[in-house]
């Protein structure tokens, strides 16, 4: 069975940069999407970004141009780099692997299959 654990997650100031990592224990397919994820309190959990087996992303309007989704390919372990960071950025962030083999990746809950336990992200003003 798949097991995934967040790491990185902290308190920074805001307009700071925070990396997350996910170590990824049993199987893992190269071909499995993988994804970052967060949910805020009294909030659902909403998609940050996605990455495909050959590198192409995808991210929510809310994020782009500040985070970076990348993976270890040898590792298959996806990570996170989190710039200019923002109050409204604090959440619990969840890495997940989507089982299933599909032709372009999007950080759409519904689609993933195995998660993460979290790792809590805050960001003071």
């Known amino acids: 069975q798949v097991q995934l654990v967040e790491s990185g997650g902290g308190s920074v100031q805001a307009g700071g940069s925070l990396s997350l990592s996910c170590a990824a224990s049993?199987?893992?397919?190269?071909?499995?999407?993988m994804g970052w994820f967060r949910q805020a309190p009294g909030k659902e959990r909403e998609g940050v970004a996605a990455?495909?087996?050959?590198?192409?992303?995808s991210y929510a309007d809310s994020v782009k141009g500040r985070f970076t989704i990348s993976k270890d390919n040898a590792k298959n372990t996806p990570y996170l780099q989190m710039n200019s960071l923002k109050a409204e950025d604090t959440a619990m962030y969840y890495c997940a692997v989507d089982a299933q083999r599909r032709f372009h990746c999007t950080p759409n809950r519904q689609d993933y299959d195995y998660w993460g336990q979290g790792t809590q992200v805050t960001v003071s003003s």
């Open positions: 990455i495909d087996s050959d590198g192409s992303t």
């Open positions: 049993g199987y893992t397919d190269s071909r499995d999407c």
